[in-house]
């Protein structure tokens, strides 16, 4: 699986600026409450995409939180790690904090004494470069993906200034939908084989 997959809706970003939403099971209206929001829906490797171009700053920021709240009536376990949609944002200024996803491990930095409070907190431990945390070895990919999650959350709430680096430089990047397992029967139990064969 990969970052994307793990809830029922992610909203993310790209590094070049594009906002994207992926369904991960089928949902009620899903699509008409993306669309409606502005969203376009592209076909990419085995699932849909939904997209908002770079650029959209305050626009991105109020389609996703229209699509959010349509698809709040549908489930609960929705995901916006996009740093597209947070406003306003500051683009001259380093993040308070900063969390990124590579290669199976998530790392911080952190600017101030309260985003290194935070990313603590919610299981980031130091590292032995100065401002530099990353998440234990131990944390699955769920796992992190639901750390990072909290400690975004809990410091946009604190007004600090964010950002979530998922790793997907383009669209192209954007991992593929998972590998559906064919449908097999089940093997029948051994009472069920045992009654057969009297």
């Not at 995409?49 to 920021?61: Q, S, W």
């Not at 949609?85 to 952190?110: C, I, K, L, W």
């Not at 790793?167 to 064919?182: M, V």
Request: proline fraction near 7%; hydrophobic fraction near 35%; charged fraction near 20%.
């Amino acid at each position: 699986m990969a970052i994307t997959d793990h809830h029922d809706v992610f909203i993310g970003s790209t590094d070049d600026g594009w906002t994207f939403a992926v369904l991960n099971r089928p949902i009620r209206n899903a699509a008409r409450h993306l669309t409606a929001a502005g969203f376009t829906a592209r076909q990419h490797q085995g699932r849909t995409l939904y997209l908002l171009p770079p650029g959209t700053a305050e626009d991105a920021h109020e389609r996703a939180g229209v699509a959010f709240y349509g698809l709040l009536s549908h489930t609960m376990d929705l995901v916006d790690l996009a740093w597209t949609t947070r406003y306003p944002r500051t683009t001259d200024a380093e993040p308070e904090a900063t969390m990124r996803f590579r290669n199976g491990t998530v790392t911080a930095t952190a600017v101030t004494d309260r985003a290194r409070g935070v990313l603590i907190q919610h299981g980031f431990t130091s590292t032995k470069a100065t401002r530099e945390y990353t998440l234990p070895a131990e944390f699955g990919e769920s796992d992190a993906v639901g750390a990072v999650v909290c400690a975004e959350s809990h410091l946009y709430t604190l007004g600090a200034s964010v950002r979530v680096d998922l790793g997907i430089p383009t669209l192209q990047d954007i991992p593929p939908a998972p590998a559906r397992r064919p449908a097999t029967p089940a093997a029948p139990s051994p009472d069920q084989a045992h009654r057969r064969s009297r």
